[in-house]
Nanobody, 123 residues
Framework: QVQLVESGGGLVQAGGSLRLSCAAS????????VAWFRQTPGKEREFVAA????????YYADSVKGRFTISRDNAKSTVYLQMNSLKPEDTAVYYC????????????????WGQGTQVTVSS
């Protein structure tokens, strides 16, 4: 069982940066793949980035590649999403999600979800 809590969202101007954190509870966090998804009203949850349990592999949506960086610190049971060069279209509620071992970019394949954190980018 893993519980996830996101933090770090807020309001930022276009071109700015934010760093989201996803803090996990549970002794086996280092065995979980973790992903970030985002959602805007009326739309399905969209894949943003994912990272393997060891941190050795990372995956990104084309829309954020080169601007966002996912990383993890297993000693702190935390996954980060560094977001640079933010655009108004990045505005969404951002969720972190976890699943056992195997990383995937599909939302419904993740078993554990945080409550979400709002990111708003003004133009």
């Amino acid at each position: 069982q893993v519980q996830l809590v996101e933090s770090g969202g807020g309001l930022v101007q276009a071109g700015g940066s934010l760093r989201l954190s996803c803090a996990a509870s549970g002794r086996t966090f280092s065995s979980y793949a973790v992903a970030w998804f985002r959602q805007t009203p009326g739309k399905e949850r969209e894949f943003v980035a994912a990272i393997r349990p060891s941190g050795g592999g990372t995956y990104y949506a084309d829309s954020v590649k080169g601007r966002f960086t996912i990383s993890r610190d297993n000693a702190k049971s935390t996954v980060y999403l560094q977001m640079n060069s933010l655009k108004p279209e990045d505005t969404a509620v951002y969720y972190c999600a976890g699943r056992w071992v195997v990383v995937t970019t599909t939302a419904n394949e993740y078993d554990y979800w945080g409550q979400g954190t709002q990111v708003t980018v003004s133009s």
